[in-house]
């Protein structure tokens, strides 16, 4: 009785180390307008991979390039723009490899819920009198979203009008935040981000030509064979109907 009561402590014993070495922790870095739809990838590549262990940590682009620049343990980068991709790839040669870009992505102008403003045309908005004396609520000049942003408003000679009455924030999903509470009475964001939201609604869609093609290239930045896995599943045809799913233009 006792050898088998050993036996099986042995094998119980056994099989946790065995788990925890088999065990793999993969960090992603991505950019915050990515925070819905790759936390639901995550969790289906978790039915296939059980044993590999995923962290997210959103925040704009710039701010996790930055990050990484400084030896940030990120085994997987994705960014909302091609810009701070090539920056970490050229901070970070040795370690930047496997870039592809996942998804596109489209700007909108979005009022709280309760606004008074339709659904129109950016060239039919009154930047003027619907700001007043608030502001308009854009990204600040690091990251992606407020670049493009101002690309946008100076293609339609808006930007004269609004550039002292911007309140830049940290993220995309900070200039989402403003609206939500209704601090402010307009904000540009991706339209994936105002798909999350039922607070706020979208007046208006920015023309592509205006600023361009928004698109989110990813890279592995560690040799861990899971990373790799990993943003290979993010270009599998289950990634691709959950950004669909989720508003964005799945690249083929």
């Not at 390039?65 to 970070?92: C, G, L, R, T």
Request: aromatic share 10%.
């Amino acid at each position: 009785m006792k050898k088998t009561l050993l036996k099986c402590a042995l094998v119980s014993s056994f099989s946790i180390s065995s788990v925890s070495v088999l065990a793999q922790s993969i960090t992603v870095f991505a950019a915050s307008s990515m925070t819905n739809v790759l936390q639901q990838i995550g969790e289906e590549y978790k039915k296939q991979y059980p044993e590999d262990s995923i962290t997210f940590s959103f925040a704009g682009s710039s701010t996790l390039a930055k990050q990484i620049e400084q030896d940030a343990p990120a085994d997987i980068f994705v960014s909302a723009d091609k810009k701070w991709m090539d920056y970490v790839a050229e901070k970070q040669p040795n370690k930047t490899k496997n870039i592809k870009t996942l998804a596109e992505n489209e700007l909108v102008l979005i009022a709280p819920k309760d606004s008074e403003l339709t659904e129109t045309t950016v060239k039919e908005i009154e930047f003027k009198k619907v700001i007043g004396e608030s502001y308009l609520a854009v990204g600040d000049d690091n990251v992606p979203v407020g670049r493009y942003a101002k690309k946008a408003l100076e293609h339609f000679n808006l930007w004269i009008d609004v550039e002292n009455r911007l309140s830049k924030a940290k993220d995309v999903r900070a200039v989402l935040a403003y609206i939500e509470r209704g601090e402010l009475p307009l904000g540009i964001v991706y339209s994936t981000d105002a798909k999350v939201s039922d607070k706020v609604k979208v007046v208006a869609v920015f023309p592509q030509e205006s600023y361009g093609k928004v698109v989110y290239p990813a890279a592995t930045l560690s040799g861990k064979a899971e990373a790799k896995r990993f943003l290979d599943f993010l270009s599998s045809s289950n990634a691709k109907s959950a950004f669909e799913k989720a508003g964005f233009k799945a690249v083929q």
